[in-house]
């Protein structure tokens, strides 16, 4: 009897000190398997990157994406590091596409002393006041889809991205809408996030630049289904092009509607209607629809099309626009993990040199793009595409690409 209440009293002690040890944002381990926030394992030395996008909500699709992609190229790197005595642990945070969320989450990010980076946001409107947290924490980030100018004009030390900024995105969609489509009197709608408005203001001074009339710029909400009054504004207006500045839930229904009022103009988003998502909500509607794009269509290189396919097999999904560019940006960040623990002597680095190394990102050649950071953590490499969709199919046809 003794002994075996020395046994229950041994076993309880050590359920605490494991329970201790566990992170409420939960993980996903190289091998894919749920995991805590444990700091070491029979492995060596856990090294955890967390992703935050969001994983539910109306912009999930592409959330989806972002995390499936950071968790590929984590698996892919996994033995590499185990082979250095440490295993790689992808800890996936659902921010919901809300601000208030992702900066909740950042906070507990910053807490877990084992997460030396993170790959995300999807949103820009989430990626500013999270990227500020992490800055607290000298936790580098790399945004594998945030356009916001505002995102690195801040210039914190820990915001990077892979993707174009929407100075370069909007005034690239602006001369296509206006020298090669002839748009003359256009019709811009954002959705007053800081992506959508920023996006829609950067077309809207290019169009005006270039000689077209704006002849209306609207607001709308994010969440509304039904766009009547904009359209009805739009339609007395008599548009031969309109431009869209928002989310691709939002995108595929005012396509949908402008459609249904007799609106036959040309429309036109950004890369937030870069998604599935778009053609799902739009159907049939969405045929001869436009969108620029800071994602390439990897399908069109073969070693693009072997990653697509390699994607398609492991998650039995189709790979979105944002996938690839999470790998590229997962690839990055271990890249500087890797360096830093060189740097360290085989020692597990701190923040602040993972941080730095990632900013001194100069010569990387990814599956999707290349990266070298700027001094604000810009990506010099970035380009602008130019899609439309020939059919109700995802992705559109690539029609131009764009570089600085």
């Known amino acids: 009897m003794k002994r075996k209440t020395a046994g229950l009293a041994s076993l309880v002690l050590l359920m605490s000190v494991v329970s201790a040890c566990g992170n409420s944002g939960g993980g996903t381990t190289a091998s894919g398997t749920e ?41 892919d790197r996994s033995q590499e590091f185990k082979d250095l005595g440490f295993t790689l642990e992808l800890v996936p945070y659902d921010d919901q596409g809300d601000a208030k969320k992702g ?50 004009d801040r210039k914190l030390k820990v915001a ?17 809408a206006v020298n090669e489509l002839g748009a003359k009197n256009i019709f811009v ?26 002849a209306g710029y609207e607001a709308i909400t994010v969440g509304e289904k039904d766009f009547n009054g904009v359209l009805n504004i739009a339609l007395n207006k008599k548009p031969d092009f309109i431009f869209f500045g928002g989310l691709y839930a939002e995108g595929g229904l005012l396509v949908k509607q402008a459609r249904e009022k007799g609106i036959t103009a040309p429309f036109m988003g950004g890369d ?15 045929k001869d629809s436009l969108y620029s794009s800071v994602a390439t269509d990897i399908t069109k290189t073969e070693d693009g099309k072997a990653w697509a396919d390699k994607y398609k097999e492991k998650f039995n999904k189709n790979a979105e626009g944002y996938s690839v560019y ?60 130019i899609y439309k969709f020939e059919e109700a199919a995802y992705p559109g046809s690539l029609v131009s690409e764009v570089s600085k």
């Open 35 to 75: 995991a805590g926030g444990t700091t070491g394992s029979a492995d060596g030395t856990v090294i955890k990157i967390a992703s935050q996008s969001p994983l539910s909500g109306s912009s999930s699709i592409q959330g989806e994406a972002i995390r499936l992609g950071a968790q590929m190229a984590l698996e």
């Open 103 to 152: 900066v909740a989450n950042s906070e507990m990010i910053g807490a877990d002393q084992a997460v030396l980076g993170v790959i995300g946001h999807l949103n820009s409107g989430v990626s500013i006041p999270s990227s500020v947290v992490y800055e607290k924490y000298n936790i580098p980030m790399i945004s594998p889809a945030s356009t916001a100018t505002e995102f690195t």
């Open 160 to 176: 990077n991205r892979v993707v174009a900024r929407d100075d370069f995105q909007g005034p690239a969609a602006a001369q296509y």
């Open 189 to 214: 709608i954002q959705d007053k996030t800081a992506y959508g408005q920023g996006l829609a203001e950067a077309f809207r001074d290019e169009a005006e630049k270039l000689g077209a009339t704006v």
């Open 272 to 286: 937030a209607l870069d998604s599935s998502g778009m053609v799902e909500i739009a159907g049939d509607d969405v």
């Open 326 to 385: 999470a790998y590229d940006s997962m690839s990055v960040m271990l890249d500087a993990i890797k360096s830093s623990i060189d740097a360290a002597g085989g020692k597990i680095p701190t923040r602040e040199a993972v941080r730095d190394a990632v900013r001194a990102t100069k010569d990387f050649k990814g599956i999707a793009t290349e990266v070298a950071f700027d001094d604000i953590g810009d990506n010099i490499y970035a380009k602008v595409f």
